[in-house]
């Protein structure tokens, strides 16, 4: 079972009804071990109207819903089949499944969002082996020594010209050994 991520195109302005109904399908059909996560891509803005700040969200891509899942027949059926899905982006059609996004993809979408697509507190301990996948010390492993959830940093001890020397990294910087 890999849990990746999938662009799936809805009808534009139904984002919200296709995550609803896509959630309760999941819930009624037990599938909470296929399908994960299911997230709008927004970003929230400060607008000045008649001297008063108001928040604003607005959708980073209309017309589209981020699914994270482990790619089986069964919840590719689901997801496809949700009234108000159009299909998923990156499939040729002709029951081709479509391909994921890669790691750096969804880890900029979601960290302007302020999320990460790693959950620390299930998917990540003190004493995990983690691989650093971005940043300055790219290509190297380390052990977790600290989690700052608050943050999503992660002090992480690396051999470092022989001598074990801790570094901060995001959370998206690393992938779990």
Known sequence: MEKLWYVVNTYSGHE?????????????MGLQNNIFRIVIPETTEVEVK????????????????????????ESWYIVRNTPGVT????????????????????????????MSRV???????????VNIVDGPFKGMS??????????SRLNVLIDLFGQETPVEVELFQVNKA
């Not at 002709?94 to 979601?110: F, N, V, Y």
């Not at 959950?119 to 082996?129: L, P, R, Y």
């Open 142 to 151: 380390g052990t977790v020594d600290s989690i700052d959830i608050e943050n």
């Open 16 to 28: 919200y009804k296709v995550k609803e109904k896509l959630e309760s399908k999941i819930e009624s």
């Open 50 to 73: 008649d001297g008063e700040k108001k928040e604003k969200r607005k959708k980073m891509f209309p017309g589209y819903i981020l699914v994270e899942m482990d790619m089986s027949d």
């Open 119 to 129: 959950d620390i507190k299930s998917e990540m301990a003190v004493g995990d082996k």
């Open 87 to 114: 299909g998923f982006i990156g499939s040729s059609g002709k029951g081709a499944k479509p391909t994921p996004l890669l790691p750096q993809e969804i880890d900029k979408i979601l960290g302007n969002m302020g």
